[in-house]
């Protein structure tokens, strides 16, 4: 089974462009890690001279691609993740602010366009694109596993009472943190 998954800090996202491939070839595994307010230099891999040890990303760097040019789709986080979810610049995406506005049932996401070409897709971090009952649900927009914040100011709690789960393309609220 194909894997795709997430690894995430303090925020989530994914992007990477799912091409038809032969069936004779395997498809790789993707992680793409993403942290909000994390610096380009913050990261050792990039800066050996950073304050902040970063060897498990240095590690990752290593043995794979190691992307130095990228750039947020806008300067907070909701539509810059949707931004990096549907592919749509600020002058096409329906999300531009961190309000609390859902991604549209017609607004499709790269893990969609994953799953249908055969991958099982995770996240984990914050959602910050749809709440449990809107179209922008994170079982609803390509997740098979999801673990974390669904409202970007939750997500601004350092402890927490609950965070949301998605298994078996259920989304259930889990408290495991009273």
């Known amino acids: 089974m194909k894997i795709f ?8 996202i994914i992007l990477n462009k799912a091409e038809a491939q032969p069936k004779t070839k395997k498809q790789p ?17 990039f800066n050996p001279k950073s304050r902040i040890s ?7 760097a290593k043995e794979g691609t190691k992307f130095t040019n990228f750039y947020a789709g806008s300067t907070v986080c ?3 993740r949707a931004a990096l979810m549907t592919g749509k610049h600020m002058g096409h995406a329906y999300i531009r602010g961190n309000g609390n ?14 799953q249908n070409a055969g991958y099982t897709t995770g996240m984990f971090g914050k959602w910050g694109l ?18 974390g914040y669904l409202l970007q100011r939750h997500a601004h709690h350092y402890y927490t009472d609950y965070l949301y789960e998605v298994k078996n393309r259920q989304l259930k609220k889990e408290r495991r943190f009273e």
């Not at 998954?5 to 925020?11: D, E, K, T, V």
């Not at 970063?54 to 990752?60: G, H, R, S, V, Y």
């Not at 049932?105 to 969609?112: F, G, I, K, N, R």
Request: aromatic share 10%; proline share 6%.
């Open 5 to 12: 998954s997430f690894l995430l800090l303090a925020s989530f």
């Open 101 to 114: 506005v859902s991604l549209r049932e017609q607004d499709t996401t790269m893990a969609q366009q994953l």
């Open 78 to 80: 909701a539509p810059s």
């Open 29 to 45: 595994n993707i992680i793409f890690i993403l942290a909000d307010d994390l610096g380009y230099g913050n990261i050792s891999c």
């Open 54 to 60: 970063t060897p498990n990303i240095d590690k990752l």
């Open 130 to 147: 749809g709440l449990e009952n809107e179209p922008g649900a994170p079982q609803l927009k390509g997740f098979d596993s999801f673990y």
